[in-house]
């Protein structure tokens, strides 16, 4: 009875060593102006570290609220520091990890064959639509309406607004051709074939992109070494290939 007991014992503990163990993974609430950015950095940060990482992509302001109210996200790196600092206000992120990681640029992205090439140009009879981001929620939906309104042109094309929910939303109204233009990330128009125009810096406010660590995190090594991946030569060679402002370089 004893032997068989034993025998027992040894089989189960063996089958338990053999168990393959999952890699460590970690989920990035990320701004969309990210996307292509962020999917590049992907394998390699995984080559680099071995841990996998899931990337949830909207607008900054509702990630942030999706946080408040709990969704399990280990880091949120958003395109307005402001949203980070009020997590950290409320003790939701880990102040000591945050990091303005880059600043962002907009520009005009234009359906072919439509004469536009500055803000001035979406008064035309033939841009009957343009699309931005909602800037209630979007921090690039806001350097739009802040770059319309420092031009003088707010109350005239406002008419013609349509609001994407987030960055990468806007982008989709012009590639459909359901808007004759929009005020689109530069970071999203890499390789993109549609003509894209920046809109000058001083327009607006500069998009100042931070990131943190969710303090209700179970993987806050996992995610520091995120955000070390993203500060570093790689991370950063990405970033800039996208159009992103390093702000070392400022």
């Not at 600092?85 to 359906?111: P, S």
């Not at 070494?225 to 790689?234: A, D, R, S």
């Amino acid at each position: 009875m004893w032997f068989l007991v034993m025998f027992f014992l040894l089989v189960a503990c063996h089958s338990y060593s053999v168990q393959p163990t999952s890699p460590p993974s970690i989920k990035v609430a990320a701004a969309a102006d990210l996307t292509n950015a962020f999917k590049e950095m992907e394998e390699q940060f995984k080559k680099e570290t071995g841990i996998e990482v899931t990337f949830i992509f909207g607008s900054s302001g509702q990630l942030a609220e999706q946080i408040k109210q709990g969704a399990p996200f280990d880091i949120f790196a958003s395109a307005n520091v402001e949203y980070v600092d009020e997590l950290v206000r409320e003790h939701i992120a880990l102040q000591q990890t945050k990091n303005i990681y880059a600043f962002g640029r907009i520009g005009l992205a234009v359906k072919e064959g439509v004469a536009v090439t500055s803000l001035q140009d979406l008064l035309k009879k033939e841009v009957k639509k343009v699309a931005i981001a909602n800037p209630d929620h979007a921090p690039y939906g806001l350097a739009a309406k802040q770059a319309l309104q420092k031009a003088g042109l707010w109350e005239q094309v406002e008419p013609k607004l349509v609001y994407g929910k987030n960055i990468a939303d806007t982008l989709v109204y012009v590639e459909s051709g359901n808007v004759e233009a929009a005020i689109v990330a530069l970071a999203l128009m890499k390789g993109h074939p549609l003509p894209f125009y920046l809109i000058d810096e001083h327009m607006h406010e500069p998009i100042r992109q931070a990131i943190v660590v969710v303090k209700q995190t179970k993987h806050e090594e996992e995610a520091r070494e995120f955000l070390t991946f993203l500060k570093g030569p790689i991370g950063t060679s990405i970033m800039k290939k996208y159009g992103f402002i390093i702000p070392e370089e400022e």
